[in-house]
């Protein structure tokens, strides 16, 4: 098992992968991960569709603009944000930590009035904004992956509308990203990143 740092440091995208599948319990492990991520009033908008039919995985390298090497992953868990789901649990959520007395009764007015005027607003607009919620539950994956060997690669250059038409998803459900996974047959150098001087605002 890798220490967090390890696993923040060991990490790349990894694109080629062996065929080899992926135990289900393994499988499970990840999604387990997912679903102890925060969101924003607890409200866990995050929703997976697991894929290892060769056809359908042909079709998702398709939606991402022919990024080939998709379909070659055992595995690709499609990311997505639920906008209701999102919108109820922010409700509902506010109100559980404001009786835990996490957060004040006045925040959870706001919160609450908040989620109210964002069901005025089109679906398709408020998936992206809902993502960052998802994108947390991703890197859980990403990162827990590593303890079973497995590499994985997020992928957000995608048609978004190709992909939720492939399952008959309603615009209810925003695609965040594909993320392809399974062990890796390439093991790449660290690629190149900012100075923490670089990070640092003024
Ligand atoms: C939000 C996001 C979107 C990305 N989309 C793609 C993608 O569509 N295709 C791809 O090959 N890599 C994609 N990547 C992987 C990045 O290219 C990669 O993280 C970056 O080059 C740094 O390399 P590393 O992850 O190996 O450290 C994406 C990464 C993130 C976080």
């Not at 062996?18 to 009033?41: F, M, Q, T, V, Y």
């Not at 399952?167 to 392809?180: M, Q, T």
Request: some cysteine.
């Amino acid at each position: 098992m890798l220490t967090t740092k390890e696993a923040i440091e060991k990490r790349r995208s990894i694109r080629k992968y062996k065929p080899d599948p992926i135990p289900d319990e393994h499988l499970r492990e990840l999604l387990n991960s997912a679903r102890l991520a925060p969101s924003g009033c607890n409200a866990q908008p995050w929703r997976f569709k697991i894929v290892k039919e060769e056809g359908i995985k042909a079709r998702l390298a398709e939606a991402a603009y022919d990024q080939a090497f998709i379909s070659q992953a055992p595995v690709v868990i499609i990311c997505c944000a639920d906008v209701q789901g999102y919108l109820d649990g922010t409700v509902s959520g506010a109100q559980d930590l404001g009786k835990i007395g996490a957060i004040e009764d006045r925040i959870v007015t706001i919160l609450q009035g908040r989620a109210k005027n964002l069901e005025t607003i089109e679906r398709n607009e408020l998936g992206p904004r809902i993502a960052a919620n998802v994108a947390i539950a991703i890197e859980h994956i990403v990162l827990r992956a590593l303890d079973f060997g497995v590499g994985s690669c997020w992928i957000r250059l995608i048609d978004e509308q190709k992909v939720r038409e492939l399952f008959g998803w309603s615009d209810n459900i925003y695609v965040v990203a594909l993320l392809p996974i399974g062990y890796p047959a390439e093991f790449p150098e660290a690629r190149k990143r900012l100075k923490l001087n670089d990070i640092l605002l003024d």
